[in-house]
């Protein structure tokens, strides 16, 4: 049935996966959010709100024991726990205890809240799997320990093979009841590797179920995400020279979109899939210009001496930030899509480029030079709340998750580049590609 | 009369002679200098001399003796403005250029590490276009010319220190079919 096995684009068509809410948890008030906020709140829509505006939130202290497996799978509960720790850890909301010896009773399976309070647990994650064939169901649940109470309640059930995706869309869940806002789980990311070649691959955000996309053998460059997450555009010099391409997932159909003289590049889809913006020649110096997604001009954006890349849509499209270095050194800076001033942005640094702005529109992450090595920062659109989130070795080209919690990177931090997600907070910075990668692009859509 | 014109250099007949005697030294003297100049008598790249442009292995071979002739052009760090040493550079490259009016040429910029991969494209594309505009001011057709950035995609030395990092901020030219 699946019809490309090297294909990891459309594996998220494939196991049909059904969910089913056990408990409802409309009026099922966040208890854990209460304690973790440490605020007493009465209304229904109390819901832990974790992103930086609230940079005392403490990680959730969460227990996560080995899920528990009926015969006949390849696959262990501790590996598929392990999937889930992994993907909550990453997100630097939790803290993943070690599993008490009691903390489930064995013969009821019910949890054992009296020692699980006593190691501080708040949250208690549980996972059960029985397979029938090759195809496998997960009973995922999420208990309030200090209320002593289930929140959440999911059944998930598809392809044995398809185990991971299945955790993901539990973790991501997961993230819902205890945040209000769906994971990035079921997600991926799309980069260039940095090995002798330079082609595009795709993984799961974990780095996991690694593709390449392209097998070129020329430079590819600064993958990007169409919004539906069927095709990636990049720069490629298959003709000798760097143009814009595209390559369809599912098919791996691959064509030139701008193949104009000098560069075609850095180019992003704008939130609604209908315009490209990229940087291209217009009288020999790199400009941001808009094209449709056909390849035609719809105009010139920028203007001036400067060299002029790396555009990012606002959200809601009426502003592209870019890089320029007009003013003698890259800095970021803002236009209206539909004409206006230029403004700059940055002022910290003598070098600031890669602007990305984040899904839910009030920061710019992008690179700073800081004693001579680069380090991924964040600003508010209004110029305010620079922040430095990296510090290791040189980091690069940041791309926020969709769900605006998680920056994917590329650092060089251990001696070759690779790419790294970490919390919006850099509390947790993990490299996730199994290969040498830069240039990540996150997709927007789940599988 | 004899008044105005009777006294020195300025009397006629000798005035004639003099003028004479250096409209041969200055004529003999830019006959001798035009044979010794490479556009009035240029070298022959290959076999069959020049003319119309012969593409095949012996035109490749012409190419490759020109190509050989050319040197990289390089820059300072961060910028895309040329050096007094590189419009030298640039000026020398512009004299091999011209041995062959018909090549196409691709001028290839590059960056050092030290700067991130995407605005490095540009700064690639702009030092080769800073090539590119002042050999068309040295003569060299502008439609002759194209430009190509790799941004830091291609160091020729891997090295992580300033001596790699001054050879890879360089525009290379390529003469093409």
């Known amino acids: ?97 070690e599993t008490p010896p009691s903390a489930v009773d064995p013969t009821r399976g019910e949890p054992d809240f009296q020692t699980l309070s006593q190691t501080g647990a708040q949250a208690l994650i549980l996972g059960s799997v029985t397979f029938r064939g090759d195809e496998m169901t997960l009973e995922g649940r999420v208990y309030d320990v200090a209320l002593r109470k289930m929140e959440l309640g999911k059944r998930f059930s598809g ?20 945040t209000g806002t769906p994971g990035c789980f079921s997600t991926r990311i799309a980069f260039v590797s ?68 000098g560069i075609n590049a850095s180019a992003k889809y704008s939130p609604d899939g209908q315009q490209i913006a990229l940087s291209m020649n217009d009288q020999g110096i790199p400009k941001v210009f808009l094209i449709t997604t056909e390849g035609n001009i719809i105009k010139r954006l920028t203007s001036g001496r400067g060299n002029d890349i790396s555009p990012t849509w606002s959200p809601d499209r009426s502003t592209i930030a870019y890089v320029s270095d007009q003013a003698g050194t890259p800095q970021i800076y803002m236009i209206p899509v539909n004409g206006g001033q ?53 980091n690069q080209a940041p791309a926020w998750s969709p769900d ?27 490299p996730v590609s199994p290969i040498p990668g830069k240039a990540p692009a996150w997709s927007s859509t789940s599988q | 009369m004899t008044r105005l014109y009777g006294s020195g250099l300025f009397r006629f007949p000798s005035f004639c002679c003099i003028a004479l005697l250096f409209m041969v030294v200055v004529g003999l003297a830019v006959l001798t200098s035009g044979c010794s100049r490479p556009i009035v008598r240029p070298q022959p790249l290959y076999p069959g001399g020049p003319g119309a442009y012969q593409p095949g292995p012996v035109a ?79 003569g060299i057709p502008m439609a002759q010319m194209s430009t190509v950035s790799y941004g830091s995609e291609l160091p020729v030395d891997p090295g992580h220190n300033e001596a790699a990092w001054a050879k890879n901020r360089r525009v290379y030219l390529k003469v093409v079919q």
């Open chain 2, 60 to 138: 490749e071979h012409g190419l490759q003796a020109m190509q050989a002739g050319l040197n990289a052009i390089y820059f300072d760090y961060d910028k895309f403005t040329l050096s007094p040493e590189a419009q030298a550079a640039v000026q020398a490259n512009a004299q091999v250029l011209k041995r062959v009016p018909h090549a196409r040429i691709v001028a290839e910029g590059h960056c050092d590490e030290r700067g991130t991969d995407e605005y490095n494209l540009a700064l690639g594309e702009r030092r080769a276009r800073s090539v590119v505009t002042y050999l068309a001011e040295l």
């Open chain 1, 1 to 97: 049935m699946k019809p490309a096995p090297t294909d990891g684009s459309d594996a998220c068509q494939e196991p049909h996966l059904t969910e089913c809410i056990a408990v409802s948890l409309r009026y099922v008030l966040a208890g854990l959010v209460l304690v973790l906020v440490g605020v007493f709140c009465s209304t229904v829509e109390a819901k832990l709100l974790i992103d930086v505006e609230h940079p005392s939130v403490e990680p959730m202290k969460i227990v996560v024991p080995d899920f528990t497996c009926g015969p006949g799978g390849q696959v262990s509960g501790r590996e598929l726990a392990d999937i889930l720790r992994n993907d909550l850890f990453l997100t630097g909301l939790f803290h993943v205890m």
């Open chain 1, 342 to 394: 230029a403004k700059r942005l940055t002022f910290e640094t003598n070098y600031s480029t890669d602007p990305d702005w984040s899904p839910r529109g009030d920061l710019l992450a992008f690179t700073a030079r800081i004693e001579g090595r680069f380090q991924i920062c964040t600003i508010r659109t209004d110029g305010t709340g620079f922040k430095v989130l990296t510090e290791k070795g040189s």
């Open chain 1, 194 to 261: 940095a090995t002798q070649e330079r082609e595009i691959y795709v993984m799961d955000f974990d780095g996991h179920n690694l593709h390449r996309v392209t097998q070129t053998g020329s430079i590819n460059l600064s993958p990007e995400w169409s919004p539906d997450g069927r095709s990636i555009l990049f720069t490629s010099y298959q003709t000798g020279k760097p143009d814009l391409w595209f390559v369809d997932l599912p098919s791996r159909r691959q064509g030139i979109v701008s193949g104009r003289a």
């Open chain 1, 159 to 178: 392809k044995a093979r398809d185990h991971r995706a299945m955790v993901h869309k539990f973790g991501d869940r997961i993230l819902e009841a205890l």
């Open chain 1, 404 to 430: 605006g919690r998680m920056i994917a990177f590329s650092s060089r931090r251990d001696g070759t580049h690779r790419i790294y997600v970490m919390d919006v907070r850099g509390t947790v910075q993990a």
